[in-house]
């Protein structure tokens, strides 16, 4: 079992810059595609960004292509997501998840575990 937590969410002004963290615990991950997603209030949860195994392959949405950069470093057990440039229209909630598999994945049901969420608020 993975326990996965996140954190480096806060209050941030258009413009700024952030970097979020996920800790895992319980088994390591260094063989697991991860990614991130994030939930605006009212809205469905969306695929932010992910990343393979090794950290070769990674994948973002649209909306962060450019300013938002996924890594990992496997002998920490820990993902990144360093958000440049942030906009209001970032402000969501953020899950880090994981997959049993190598591969980076977009969509939310290939992911079988989840952290709890960190928010992130950007003030125009």
């Known amino acids: 079992q993975v326990q996965l937590v996140e954190s480096g969410g806060g209050l941030m002004q258009a413009g700024d810059s952030l970097r979020l963290s996920c800790a895992a615990s319980g088994r390591t991950i260094r063989t697991y595609g991860m990614g991130w997603f994030r939930q605006a209030p009212g809205k469905e949860r969306e695929f932010v960004a992910a990343i393979g195994w090794s950290g070769t392959s990674t994948y973002y949405a649209d909306s962060v292509k450019g300013r938002f950069t996924i890594s990992r470093d496997n002998a920490r057990n820990t993902v990144y997501l360093q958000m440049n440039s942030l906009k209001p229209e970032d402000t969501a909630v953020y899950y880090c998840?994981?997959?049993?598999?190598?591969?980076?994945?977009?969509?939310?049901?290939?992911?079988?575990?989840w952290g709890q969420g960190t928010q992130v608020t950007v003030s125009s």
């Open positions: 998840a994981g997959r049993f598999a190598e591969g980076a994945a977009t969509r939310l049901y290939e992911y079988d575990y």
